[in-house]
């Protein structure tokens, strides 16, 4: 073999064996044409042996696929005077509609001289292209002789037709619907879009340009839905014209339609009754085939409501329309709510030529095949230039300068602007004839065609590009490879490859599959998921496989001196040509960046691989092995992050990127095939290939998501910092934990905040929930919950088992300096941080904002700095003063029970009211002095009388030690009653006015009074 590099054959010409001309001549937008002669139709004809019949009554046929022959048959079933017999057509365009009523007229009429049809049968034929009225009547006429006198509405005068229509409708428009008033106001010149005439006038050169440009065969109609719409807007009554719009539309469109009619051509109903009656007496059965209803422009109403009164003639009918047209088009057309289903009850058979994605039932691969070949033998035959070689043909399977492969494959790709639409049409256009037109080889002439899919590559991508253009459309499975014709490569010119890369076997040359191949024999085969095997199975399963082995290296040898033997594959299914499509738009996106369609397949297959060995979004502790703690996610959407290059490109501000590139072919195969399947091949799909591509990926966007929520947060702070210092807050908050001695207990860090203490909640307690220190406060402990769990995620190697590693420094570093980091919490700024990121154990449980939990953590610090003793310390004190007063280190717990004793007798002579707080102290004394204890009570009093320059955390454990202590000592109670029942005496003996005076007077022996007076003043000088 040679080994210079291949020639590629873009930029040199094909040969050609035909002549453009006849391209032209054969293949059209029309399956009637003046141009094609009946044998030349009779040789290019394919049966149309697939139309589904939801019934089909001559023949007992219901919910059954029938072929043309029954069609024909049951047309023909009828007798002279029968009645109307309508048969109902629909199908998608081009999809062989006006090919059958085309056969079914040649069937009926003959095809000459030799052909003379049915006998005493006559196919009135009005194709798509015959709009106009006197071509229409000449059509129905034509066997009887009949002089017609029509006027065709592209001859009309727009405004004067229209003025015309108007006038009548003024004088014949009946007062059972409107008053004359509002005909007046209906009919009236209004010169804007509302204007009858200017309705009519523009529906008419609409329609006239329209059959000019014959783009499409238009639709007929002097008012629209929206015309009419416009219309009752403006009118006075328009809400009656809105109540009964679907009355009122009907007979004004009717109206005018019927009046128009009538001026061209007459009464159609009664020309159509009266070519009947003529027909029959001529002993002549008429079948009238209307391919497309809508040819019938005007005249459709009419011949609809002629024709389904069975009883008004005698034609058989096929009457043809597009899917999708009755939706909204038939209700108006027949005047009817239930236009459609009253037309299928009363027709003789309801046919369908395409299924719901518009696929053309009859063209299967054989018949795809069979219709191209008809038409290139067609126009080669006719063409007046030389034939190809005859070892060319056979190189193609006598179809040049295609092969059965390249029809195939070609038909299974048609995309006709991003429908699933697949006709004989279709086909001719935008396969047959693309590629008969260009110079290009037609592997080359198919890149720019947008109406046709590139097809999967199956061949391995080591090879150069013009063996795969070529292989894709010209390639064949064989057992070893993709068997592509030598004479195929030798007719384009294309030297062939090395022997020892593709060798050749027979007339093949065969190359190897690639992924793509595996791909597509898994489309036809998925995979199943993975499963144990026991040992003997293994064993068995292996012997089997050793002697597999031997035979097929026996086998080898022996096909090597063989033929190759094509292997014949069976047509997709729906679910499978969808498949194939989403393989074949990864293959052109991953070899070259071309758009892809659909990406989410190979999306979802790459979440699925980041999934298998990773939690891709959650930022936790990366050596735990417990999934079940909190962890920060990156919650965006419904999945993870992953975009597709050029496509689902950029999604969010951090992401896992699949870059396009051959050289990632292999890897991404494995994901689509996932997002194909659902499953990992387990027998073809390399995991350690896979898991090395997550690890590395899943550690990147790790990286990615602590940078970006790191980047918030001050200098002094991290993640891990972060959630200590709260833990911190939460703590002493709770019970008044300081963090001062240098160290922060490891248990401390996992214990769960609980406020409830023996002596209450001091902080909670003191400070108004609507306070700025409240709010903060409430809000931060609302999160502990989250704060908990982020420690146990962080921090956690496992259930129980401390990263101390991890936790010693941040311990360290707080316990240090906690206010440093108090200060450092204030500059936390979550401006910039996505709402993605957020908090929980599972991601579809993270409903927590990270940025809200950061926030209210610097919130707390905040509101914790500017705590100060003056305003937020001042009923400790408050609680100080009568300690402080009364007070005496010589004190003992007997010298208060005197001296209350003695308080109190002094307050019965002066009569001081004894207040419950005065008993309780003076109970304590005497009933249970060993409760009050004066030497730790003085060593509170001294740490609440040394607060100057405390900090946030420790005012809040001071309130917890105030709280505390006033739980545990009843002194501070004793003091207090002190304070308060001297005050009382005090206020008693220097009170004024002469009630009092006169009280202390009327005592039976004032100088008990005075000797009482003197103890007052002896026991509160020793106080």
Not at 781 to 804: P, Q, R
Request: aromatic share 10%; proline share 4%.
């Amino acid at each position: 073999m040679s080994q210079q590099p291949p020639k590629s054959t873009a930029g040199n010409e094909m040969p050609s064996y035909w002549d453009d001309q006849q391209v032209d001549h054969f293949i059209t937008s029309e399956a009637h044409t003046k141009k094609k002669t009946p044998e030349q139709f009779k040789e290019t004809h394919v049966d149309i042996d697939r139309i589904y019949a939801e019934n089909l009554t001559p023949l007992g046929v219901s919910g059954e696929f029938v072929t043309q022959e029954d069609v024909l048959n049951a047309i023909t079933a009828s007798s002279l005077d029968d009645p109307n017999r309508i048969f109902i057509l629909r199908g998608e365009p081009g999809s062989g509609k006006s090919q059958l009523c085309e056969w079914t007229k040649y069937q009926i009429n003959g095809y000459g001289e030799d052909d003379e049809g049915i006998e005493d049968r006559v196919a009135l034929h009005v194709s798509r292209s015959q709009t106009r009225m006197d071509q229409i009547l000449d059509i129905l006429t034509e066997p009887l002789d009949v002089d017609t006198d029509v006027r065709n509405i592209d001859d009309l005068d727009p405004d004067d037709a229209a003025a015309a229509i108007v006038e009548y409708l003024r004088g014949i428009w009946s007062t059972e619907h409107l008053s004359d008033e509002e005909i007046r106001e209906l009919t009236e010149v209004r010169g804007d879009k509302s204007d009858l005439r200017e309705i009519f006038a523009k529906n008419i050169r609409e329609y006239q340009e329209a059959l000019e440009s014959r783009d499409k065969n238009p639709d007929f109609n002097l008012l629209t839905r929206t015309d009419y719409r416009d219309l009752r807007l403006q009118l006075s009554f328009g809400n009656k014209l809105t109540e009964n719009k679907d009355v009122f539309y009907s007979v004004l469109k009717n109206e005018a339609h019927e009046y128009l009619s009538r001026n061209l051509v007459g009464d159609f109903k009664e020309l159509l009754q009266e070519y009947s009656q003529r027909y029959q007496d001529q002993g002549i059965r008429p079948t009238l085939i209307c391919e497309d209803l809508t040819t019938f422009s005007v005249l459709k109403e009419q011949l609809l409501d002629h024709i389904f009164e069975l009883g008004s003639s005698s034609f058989d009918i096929v009457l043809g329309w597009t899917i999708g047209w009755e939706q909204d088009n038939i209700n108006d057309a027949l005047a009817r709510a239930d236009a459609a289903t009253y037309m299928k009850g009363r027709s003789e058979g309801y046919l369908t030529m395409t299924d719901e994605n518009g696929e053309a039932y009859f063209l299967d691969d054989d018949a795809s095949v069979a219709l191209a070949r008809s038409y290139l033998n067609a126009i080669k035959r006719n063409s007046d230039v030389e034939g190809a070689p005859e070892e060319v043909e056979e190189a193609f399977d006598d179809i040049y300068p295609f092969n059965e492969r390249f029809i195939h494959v070609a038909y299974r790709q048609l995309n006709d602007e991003g429908s699933n639409r697949k006709t004989p049409r279709l086909l001719l256009l935008r396969v047959v004839k693309h590629c008969l037109k260009s110079s290009w080889p037609p592997y080359e002439a198919m890149k720019s065609n947008s109406f046709v899919d590139t097809p999967t590559f199956e061949i391995d991508m080591k090879y150069d590009q013009i063996y795969q253009d070529v292989s894709r459309w010209y390639g064949v499975p064989v057992d070893e490879g993709i068997g592509v014709k030598v004479g195929i490569l030798e007719t384009f010119d294309i030297d062939l490859p090395d022997s020892d890369k593709a060798p050749v076997k027979g007339e093949y040359v065969v190359f190897e599959r690639g992924r793509g191949s595996a791909v597509i024999e898994k489309i036809k085969n998925p995979p199943t998921p993975e499963h144990d095997v026991d040992e003997d199975e293994e064993t068995d399963e292996g012997a089997e496989d050793e002697g597999e082995s031997e035979e097929s290296e026996t086998d080898t040898e022996t096909d090597e001196e063989e033929e190759v033997e094509v292997i014949d594959e069976p047509e997709f299914t729906e679910e499978e040509r969808e498949r194939q499509q989403q393989f074949q738009e990864f293959q052109d996106w991953v070899t070259s960046g071309e758009e892809y369609p659909s990406s989410d397949t190979l999306h979802d297959g790459a979440v699925a691989t980041l999934e298998r060995w990773h939690e891709p979004t959650r930022l936790s502790n990366p050596n735990a092995s417990t999934r079940s703690a909190g962890g920060i996610y990156y919650a965006r959407g419904d999945s993870i992050p992953v975009s597709i290059q050029g496509d689902q490109q950029r999604q969010a501000s951090i992401d896992i990127e699949l870059e396009w590139g051959p050289e990632h072919a292999d890897l991404y195969t494995s994901m689509l095939e996932y997002g194909l399947f659902d499953v990992f091949d387990p027998q073809t799909t390399d995991f350690d290939q896979l898991r090395a591509w997550a690890d590395t990926n899943v550690a990147q966007f790790k990286h990615e998501m602590r940078e970006e929520i790191e980047n918030c947060l001050p200098s002094e702070l991290d993640i891990e910092k972060t959630l200590v210092l709260a833990q911190c807050f939460l703590i002493n908050s709770a019970r008044g934990v300081e963090f001062e001695d240098g160290e922060i207990p490891p248990e401390l860090v996992f214990e769960e905040y609980d406020s409830n203490q023996p002596y209450g909640k001091p902080v909670s307690e003191h400070f108004d929930r609507d306070s700025a220190f409240g709010q903060v406060f409430s809000d931060l402990t609302m999160s502990s919950s989250d704060i908990s769990d982020l420690i146990e995620g962080i921090f956690l190697l496992k259930k129980n088992v401390v990263d101390y590693e991890r936790l010693s420094e941040a311990r360290r570093e707080i316990s240090n300096d906690p206010q440093a980091y108090v200060d450092a919490a204030l500059m936390i700024d979550t401006a910039d941080l996505a709402d993605a990121y957020k908090v929980g154990t599972t991601r579809n449980k993270a409903n927590t904002k990270l940025s809200s939990l950061l926030d209210r953590i610097s919130d707390y610090a905040a509101e914790l700095d500017r705590l100060t003793v003056e305003e937020d310390a001042s009923h400790i004190q408050e609680a100080l003063e009568p300690v402080e007063r009364w007070y005496d280190s010589s004190h003992t717990v007997d010298d208060l029970a005197e001296w209350f004793e003695t308080l109190y007798e002094c307050a019965g002579a002066v009569d001081v009211p004894i207040k419950p707080s005065y008993e309780n102290a003076y109970e304590t004394l005497t009933e249970s002095p060993e409760e009050v204890k004066l030497s730790a009570f003085i060593d509170d009093v001294e740490q609440f009388q040394n607060m100057e320059d405390t900090t946030g955390m420790t005012l809040i454990a001071r309130l917890h030690d105030f709280a505390r202590s006033q739980h545990e000592q009843d002194a501070w109670d004793i003091y207090e009653a002190f304070h308060s029942l001297i005050d009382d005496l005090q206020e008693k003996d220097h009170a004024t006015g002469a009630d009092l005076e006169h009280r202390i007077k009327q005592l039976s022996e004032y100088s008990d009074y005075e000797q009482k007076r003197q103890k007052i003043l002896s026991v509160t000088e020793d106080l």
